[in-house]
């Protein structure tokens, strides 16, 4: 049997980082069994799917590197198949026509509230005659499909997470609609119809779908269709123990990385988010998941997000790129914070950077107020700076320094400093000090000779020599 799972998102909101993670596992589960991993787009909300969000779960997907065999399947392109089978249902007694209107509805629900009763439909239509159907249909009522739940029923099963499962049918709401009056199915009928015709193995979703793996298992006995393997895997919680939401700010795969997370880093991140690798070895790439990754290492607990865990993986990513595939990553950063880079003309020059700054980095967004040293002819002067400047010898070891030409390499940049430190008779510190002060416009900051030779070769140097010149003091 070959393993075949999916992960099925409706394009209703951005790629949540709760789906991610089920996406995750499912590719996981899929890749370490040489199995198929399946995207299906459940858009049957009209109103709410909107073609950019089924574009940023599609990009944020393939972003994280979690490649689809087949997909993505779009649910509104089988909208005949779904008819098709509520037709059979509904000859074969398992769903019934329904009548209701809101306001009937709404005044059942009304009136179990008022007897502090959970709500749910009392299965009222389920046996109309022919008589009472032809009267409601003579009024212009159109009728949604419910689909009936016995109360007495006791649905058990397995979980591949959670163990034994087990829902009693009266706690199920009553009998469900499966389409809406308009023909639109709904979620736990069309989700069943396609994981059977799509030969789905194992369905890897989150825990709040538990009451609806319930519902669902009934209606794959209805169809008299071969029953999946369920896993539910814990929720993402926030840092009060509740689930993650929109409330609690970044949620969105696309969110984290404009912020400047690294897909490894993310990836690596979410899995642990529920999953404990075997010997507790944390910081994993994709492929050295997929000969590790199992079910029963899935906890049934939910998982705090914790963001210095995030950025420890996060740092640890970006302090193993090249130059070169850290430049490829913050250009964009440095774009976007007008930063005039041409990464053609300037390649040998950013890698420069990249490697200055790369140790400081924990996310790729600090690249932008770590570069800023180098991306402007001019800086601007801080008061530590500025006092530095106005320092009795300062003016004298710029001059030196404006004498000579720029250094190239390490070694000039030193004897260069020996030599002002000799003419102008005073201590290497001061020296360095007013070269910083001069040359960064602040005491503090990345090391000076590297970003000497950085400033020289974009031919900055002398204007800000200049520049802090004019600040001293004779
Ligand atoms: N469209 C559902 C969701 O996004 C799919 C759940 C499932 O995997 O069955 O939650």
Redesign the pocket.
């Known amino acids: 049997m070959t393993v075949r799972v ?5 394009p209703t909101g951005n790629l949540h980082i709760g ?1 991610a993670r ?1 996406a995750l596992f499912n590719w996981l589960f899929a890749r370490h069994h040489g199995g198929e991993f399946i995207l299906r787009m ?1 858009d049957t909300d009209r109103e709410r799917s909107r073609p950019e969000f089924a574009e940023n779960i599609i990009s944020g997907l393939k972003w994280l590197g979690l490649d689809w065999d087949i997909g993505p399947i779009w649910q509104t392109q089988r909208l005949h198949r779904y008819q098709e089978v509520i037709a059979q249902l509904l000859a074969q007694g398992f769903a019934y026509r329904s009548y209701e209107t809101e306001e009937e509805l709404e005044a059942m629900r009304a009136a179990q509230e008022a007897q502090k009763l959970a709500p749910r439909y009392n299965n009222q239509h389920r046996h109309l005659t022919s008589e009472q159907e032809a009267a409601f249909q003579a009024q212009g009522r159109k009728p949604v499909i419910r689909f009936k739940i016995d109360d007495e029923r006791e649905i058990v099963w397995h979980d591949l997470i959670r163990g034994e499962m087990r829902w009693r049918g009266a706690d199920l709401g009553g009998d469900m609609v499966i389409a809406r009056a308009d023909g639109q199915p709904l ?1 736990n009928f069309a ?1 069943v119809v396609d ?1 059977v015709d799509m030969q789905i193995t194992h ?4 825990e ?2 538990l009451a ?1 793996t319930a519902k ?1 298992i009934l209606i794959y006995e209805a169809l008299g269709a071969p029953m999946p393997a369920f896993a539910h895997t814990p929720l993402i919680l926030n840092s009060e123990g509740r689930k993650l939401s929109k409330r609690d700010g970044v949620t969105s795969i696309s969110e984290f990385r404009q912020m400047g997370y690294v897909a490894p880093a993310l990836v690596n991140y979410m899995a642990l988010l529920g999953w404990s690798p075997p010997e507790g070895k944390e910081l994993l790439t994709l492929p050295e998941m997929v000969p590790l990754f199992s079910l029963e290492r899935v906890n049934k607990a939910g998982s705090k997000f914790d963001w210095d865990k995030l950025n420890w993986i996060n740092s640890h990513y970006l302090h193993q790129m090249s130059p070169a595939q850290l430049v490829a990553e913050l250009v964009p950063f440095w774009q976007e914070a007008g930063y005039a880079v041409e990464p053609e003309r300037d390649q040998p020059w950013l890698e420069q950077v990249a490697a200055l700054i790369g140790p400081s980095l924990v996310t790729l967004k600090d690249g932008v107020a770590l570069a800023r040293f180098y991306m402007t002819e001019q800086v601007s002067y801080d008061d530590e700076a500025t006092a530095q400047l106005q320092q009795p010898q300062s003016q004298e070891i710029l001059r030196q320094f404006l004498a000579t030409s720029d250094p190239q390499r390490v070694e000039e940049a030193q004897a260069l400093v020996q030599t002002v430190m000799q003419t102008c008779g005073v201590k290497k510190v001061q020296v360095m000090k007013t070269l910083r002060a001069a040359l960064m416009g602040t005491l503090q900051g990345p090391d000076l000779l590297q970003s000497w030779l950085i400033l020289a070769r974009r031919g900055f140097v002398q204007p800000r020599l200049q520049a802090a010149l004019s600040l001293t003091q004779a």
Do not use: C
């Open positions: 999916r992960i099925a998102p409706s789906t089920t459940e979620y989700v994981d369905v890897i979703r989150g709040d779908h609806n669902q």
